[in-house]
C-alpha cells in the first residue's frame, strides 16, 4: 500500500484546532453551490441523452425550428348533452385567449373552401372515372326527369356524340342517389372538433414560439386547468372537463420523476437514519453522517450546473446513488472513531486515526470509484459520459466534506456532549455487532463452496440477458384525470401511432418524395411499416395538375349545363363546386398553413410519413427507421426526424458503449487498485467481490428476466463501485492489523460497518421498486440483485479469501527466512 502524504497528520491537527472555521468555509462555499443550483435544469427530453452530433438530434431540431413548438394544451369537455359539451368551450374560450402564452384556440376549422374545392383534391384518375359515370348517368337522369314531367317513356339523344337513352334503360341508381345527394349538400363551412357520437368537444390551443421550456410546459398546464376545471366550475355547466396533449403528457412525466425522486430519496433518508441510528445505538450519528453527505451532495450539483448546465432523465437519480455511495465514508469513519475512543484514545488522536488510516482507505476506495467513473467520459452516449463526471467529481467532494466537515463536527460535539458519540460505544466493547444468518452460515464448514456453486448456477443465466426495447415501459404511469381526457380526445382526433416529419426545400422535391413513398408503399409487400404520407400536397395540388383536373372540372361543368332547365336545383347546387378556379397556399386554413408549411418566416414544406405499427416497441420502430430515417430521392439524401427514432438511435449506441463503458470501469478499477497495493495477489482478492457481483448481478437477471435498460443500467458501475470500496476498507483494516490479525475482529468491526454502508445503500435503491415509473422500478429491482449480491460474498467469502492470502504470504515469508 503507499503511505497517505505526511501533511495528513497536519491536517488532522488542523482540524481539532480550527473546526470551527472549517465549518464556516464549508457554510460558504455551500451557499455559493446553492446559489449556483438555481441556474441548474431539469430535461426529461430522449434527445437530452444522445450526443449533440447525433444524426436523429441534429434532424429532429432542424424540423424544430421549422414546426416551431407543434405541440398543444388541448381542453376537452363531455356532456350527456352534446351542446353543453361545446358551449362550455365556447364559454371559456375568451379567457384562454387572454393568455400571454396563447398564439390562438379552437374548436373547429374553417374548411368552406376546401369543401368548394374538394374535386380539385380528388386524383385524375378519380376525377376522370367520375366525368365517365357522369357521362353515362346524366342522359338517363334527364330522360327520366323529362319522363316523370310528361307522364310518359322518353326517349332522349344527345347531339354531342349522338347519344341516345330511354328513360326505361337500366343505370346504378345508387350511384346516381350518391352524386346527385353530394351535390344537393351546402358546402360545409366549419368542422367542428367534436365526436362523431357528440357529447364530447375538444378546444386546441397553440401556445407561441418560446415556451418549449419544461417550466413554461408547466405553466401552460397549469393555467389550462385553473381556467377549464377550477374558476368555471364545470360540473355547475354539466360536463365533465380535463387537459390533454403532448405538452400535458411531458409535464405529467416530469411531475411523476420528481414525485418519485422526493419520495425514494425521502424514504431512504428516513431509513437509512434509522438503521444507522439503530446500529450504532446512537442519534447524533445521524446528522453526524449525513448533514456531510449532503453538502458534498450540494456541492456536486453546484458544480454541474457550472460545467454541463442540467440533469438529464439519467442523471437526475445520482442525487439517490451518490447517497449510497457517499454514506460509505461517513459510516468507516463514525465506526472507526467510536471504536478509537472507546479503546481509551483521546478526540485529537481518534481524528488522526481516522484521517491517517481509514482516510487512507477512502482515499484509495474514492480515486478507485471516482477515476471509473470519470472514465465513463470517454464514452459518445451522453447519458453515460455526464453520468461517470457527475458520479466521479460527486465520489471526490463527498470524501472531502467526509474528511474536512465530519471531523469538524466530531471535535464540535466532543466539546459540548462528548457521551453521545462514544460512550456507548464502550459500554460494548468486548461484543461487537453480528448478522446472526449470515455469521452463521459463514461459519459453516461448506459455506464457500455452497456459495460458489450458486454463484456458478446463477452466472450460467447470463446468456439470457435482454434489452428494454419498449420505452412506454419505462415511463410513469399516467394520471387517472390524464388517461381519461386522452382517450376522450382520441374520440374526437382518433388515437394515432406515430409518425416521422421531413421538411424539403421546394414543391418539386416534395412531389418527388410523395411520389417516392407512394412507390414504397406499393411494393414493399413484406416488411410494410408506412401507412401514408400527408403534405400540402393534398389540398393544393401543383399548378400542372390543377390545370388538368379543371379541365376535367369544366367538361363536367358543360354537362351540368343540361340541368339548367330539368332540375334547376341541382344545378344551382353543381355549380358551386364546378365553378372554381386554381387553388393557392395563401387560400388554405391558419392551421393547416402551420401544419403543412410551419413558421412563418421559415422557408418550405412539411411532409408527415405515418407508420403502420407503434413504435414503442423498439423491433418496430427499427423496421419503419431503417424504411423513412435516411433515403435517397433524384440523387439527393434526405433525413426525416421523429422522436422514436432517437430512441432507436440510442438503443444501438448505448449497446455499443455499454461494452466500452464496463471495459473502461473495469480496467480503470483494476489498474487504480493494483497502483495502490502494488501486489497482484492483493488485487486479485480486493477485485474479486466487484467481478463476481457483477456476473452473478447479470445471471440474476437473466434467471429472472430483468431486462437491462437506458435508466438501470447506470447501477452497475455502481455496484463496482460499493464492492471496491467494502473490499478496500476491510483490507485495508486487516493489513493494518499485521501478521496476528483476527478476521473474525476485523469483519466484525470494518467488516461491520461494511456491511452497514451496502444496507444503507440496497435501502435506498430499495424504495424505488414501488415507483409509478417504470425505469425507475427496475433500477430498484436491479440495485436489491446487486447489493444483495455484493452482501453475500463480502461477508461469506472475502473472509476466506483473506485467510488464504494471509496463508499465502506466511508460506512465502517461511520461504524466504528458509532461503
Known sequence: MISIPKYAKRWAALLHERAIAILVCAAVITVLAFYSMST???????????????????????????????????????????????????????????????????????????????????????????????????????????????????????????????????????????????????????????????????LVVWPKPGYEGLAASKRLVDDARRIALI???????????????????????????????????????????????????????????????????????????????????????????????????????????????????????????????TGAASAIAAFTTSFAFLSLTLTSFRAFSEFGFIAGTGILLILVTMYSV????????????????????????????????????????????????????VCLFAFNLSFERNFKKLEASKPDTLIWATNEVNKVFGSRHDRAILSVDTVEELRAVREYFSEKIKTDQQTPTIEKTSSVLDFVPPPDIQDTRLEIIRRLDIRANELRHVDSELYEAAKQYLD????????????????????????????????????????????????????????????????????????????????????????????????????????????????????????????????????????????????VDNAIHIYHRYKQEGENANIAQVMNSTGRAAVLTTMTTLIGFGGLITASMGGLRGMGMLALIGFTACLIITWVLFPKLLAYYGRKNQSADAQLVSN
Open 40 to 202: 441548474l435544469s431539469v430535461s426529461t427530453r430522449l434527445e437530452e441523452l444522445m450526443p449533440e452530433n447525433a444524426r436523429s438530434v441534429q434532424t429532429l431540431n432542424e424540423v424544430l425550428e421549422k414546426t416551431g413548438s407543434f405541440a398543444s394544451v388541448q381542453i376537452v369537455t363531455k356532456s350527456d348533452n352534446p351542446d353543453k359539451a361545446l358551449d362550455y368551450l365556447k364559454m371559456i374560450k375568451p379567457e384562454i385567449d387572454k393568455l400571454d402564452w396563447v398564439d390562438y384556440s379552437q374548436f373547429s376549422e374553417d374548411i368552406e373552401l376546401l369543401m368548394q374545392h374538394k374535386l380539385l383534391m380528388l386524383d385524375t384518375d378519380e376525377l376522370l372515372d367520375l366525368e365517365k359515370e357522369v357521362e353515362d348517368a346524366l342522359p338517363v337522369y334527364l330522360a327520366r326527369r323529362l319522363s316523370e314531367a310528361v307522364g310518359a317513356d322518353v326517349s332522349v339523344t344527345l347531339r354531342e356524340g349522338d347519344i341516345a337513352v330511354s328513360s326505361k334503360q337500366p343505370v346504378n341508381q345508387d350511384r346516381i342517389d350518391d352524386l346527385t345527394t353530394s351535390l344537393r349538400e351546402p358546402p360545409e363551412k366549419e368542422r367542428l372538433f367534436t365526436a362523431a357520437n357528440g357529447g364530447v368537444a375538444v
Open 231 to 357: 374558476e368555471n366550475s364545470p360540473e355547475e355547466h354539466g360536463v365533465e372537463a380535463g387537459v390533454a396533449g403532448r405538452i400535458a403528457n411531458k409535464v405529467a412525466q416530469f411531475n411523476a420523476v420528481i414525485s418519485d425522486l422526493g419520495v425514494g430519496l425521502a424514504s431512504a433518508i428516513t431509513l437509512i437514519a434509522l438503521l444507522i441510528g439503530l446500529s450504532f445505538r446512537s442519534v447524533i450519528a445521524v446528522p453526524l453522517i449525513i448533514v456531510p453527505l449532503s453538502l458534498g451532495l450540494l456541492w456536486t450539483l453546484g458544480l454541474t450546473a457550472i460545467v454541463i448546465g442540467g440533469l438529464n432523465l439519467i442523471t437526475i437519480f445520482l442525487v439517490l446513488i451518490l447517497f449510497g455511495l457517499g454514506i460509505d465514508f461517513g459510516i468507516h469513519n463514525f465506526s472507526r472513531y467510536r471504536e478509537e475512543r472507546a479503546n481509551g484514545a483521546a478526540s485529537n488522536n481518534a481524528i488522526e486515526t481516522i484521517v491517517l488510516e
Open 406 to 457: 465530519f471531523p469538524a463536527l466530531l471535535v464540535v460535539m466532543e466539546r459540548f456532549r462528548p457521551q453521545m458519540i462514544w460512550k456507548e460505544a464502550h459500554s460494548r466493547k468486548a461484543e461487537p455487532a453480528r448478522i446472526p444468518l449470515v455469521s452463521a452460515f459463514t461459519e459453516y464448514k461448506y459455506s464457500a463452496a455452497i456459495t460458489m456453486g450458486v454463484i456458478a448456477f
Open 580 to 723: 372554381i378556379d386554381t387553388l393557392n397556399l395563401a387560400d388554405l386554413p391558419g392551421a393547416l398553413q402551420r401544419t403543412y408549411l410551419g413558421e412563418d418566416g421559415e422557408p418550405g414544406f412539411l411532409i408527415y410519413i405515418y407508420n403502420l405499427f407503434s413504435m414503442s416497441d423498439n423491433k418496430f420502430a427499427q423496421q419503419f427507421y431503417d424504411d423513412v430515417a435516411v433515403f435517397t430521392v433524384d440523387g439527393k439524401e434526405y433525413a426525416s426526424a421523429s422522436e422514436a427514432f432517437v430512441f432507436v438511435e440510442m438503443m444501438a449506441l448505448m449497446k455499443a458503449d455499454a461494452v466500452k463503458a464496463i471495459l473502461l470501469v473495469s480496467l480503470t478499477t483494476m489498474l487504480l487498485v493494483f497502483f495502490f497495493t502494488r501486489d497482484l495477489r492483493a488485487s486479485a482478492i480486493i477485485l474479486f467481490p466487484p467481478i463476481v457481483g457483477m456476473l452473478v448481478t447479470v445471471g440474476m437477471m437473466g434467471l429472472t428476466g430483468l431486462p437491462l435498460s437506458i435508466m438501470n443500467m447506470v447501477i452497475l458501475p455502481s455496484l463496482i463501485g460499493i464492492a
